[in-house]
């Protein structure tokens, strides 16, 4: 079994020249794959405008006319791909051998009654991408794209997204929790979701707290805690799925603003 470490190596040099917001993504994409058991490699990042040639003339003519219509994989000249900014890339699923790969949109490998190649499609779009396989026009399934709103003409003419995306800083609501009868520091209300430091309920329900460096996430138990908010410095995870993901029960009083977990 591969480490996530090793599932995002493998992908590391298809993620240079990548716009630094979507690098994360795609990053954090490889990373929520693994989580859900499905191994994905990305073949294509950033591509230059020669490169992009390169690929449009496949199955074409040097007028840009289509002779072999079997060899096309680009619809797009150099400049017309998302790609050429940085802003898409493409994946294929990985085999857990590590080095094959399957273009396979029909492989269920997690075995959960659901196609892998959708799951990441799926995965993909709640992480804000745009996926190829939705096009009518040209349906792409391996591709993913961030334009951040800007058209392939306001690309062309010039207009480049933000290098950093806006920082969401978490307003704190005070919410007190008690854990097996002890009060323990404040939890936070982000986004509808208590938070609460991770240290402060793991260890109390006997959980093992690690950090996965590759990952930039907690572990409890060695696995990881996808939703994570770093809040000075310490790591806070929603207070209701990690406990009872270590077996208690959760209970929200909304007059008290107040959580009691019990184990
Ligand atoms: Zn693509």
């Keep these: ?5 090793q599932v995002l190596n493998k992908s590391q040099a298809s993620l240079i020249g990548m716009h630094p917001v979507v690098k994360e993504k795609v990053r954090e994409l490889i990373i929520r794959c693994y989580a859900a058991s499905i191994l994905i490699l ?3 990042g950033f591509r230059s405008f020669s490169e992009q040639a390169a690929i449009f003339a496949k199955g074409r003519d040097n007028y840009g006319k289509v002779v072999r219509p079997k060899d096309v994989v680009s619809n797009a000249r ?3 791909s998302m790609h050429n900014y940085g802003l898409a890339a493409d994946y294929v699923l990985l085999m857990p051998d590590g080095k094959s790969v399957s273009w396979s949109t029909v492989r269920d490998g997690n075995h959960n009654g659901h196609k892998d190649w959708f799951e990441v499609a799926e995965i993909a779009k709640s992480l804000g991408f745009e996926w190829g396989g939705d096009w009518d026009r040209f349906v792409d399934m391996p591709h993913i794209q961030m334009s951040f709103g800007l058209t392939i003409e306001e690309l062309c003419s010039g207009l480049r ?7 969401m800083k978490p307003k704190p609501i005070a919410i007190s929790i008690k854990v097996n009868g002890k009060s323990v520091i404040d939890g936070t209300l982000i986004n509808g979701a208590v938070f609460v430091p991770i240290r402060c309920i793991g260890e109390e329900l006997g959980g093992a707290i690690g950090w996965d460096n590759a990952a930039k996430k907690p572990t409890i138990n060695g ?4 939703e994570t908010a770093i809040i000075n410095g310490s790591a806070f995870v929603p207070i209701r799925s990690v406990s009872e993901g270590l077996g208690a029960n959760v209970i929200w009083c909304t007059a ?8």
């Design 1 to 5: 079994m591969l480490s996530v470490d």
């Design 161 to 167: 997204p933000p290098t950093e995306q806006p920082v």
């Design 223 to 226: 696995e990881l805690v996808m």
């Design 42 to 44: 990305i073949t294509s």
């Design 256 to 263: 008290e603003r107040s959580v009691t977990v019990e184990k």
């Design 78 to 80: 150099p400049g017309r």
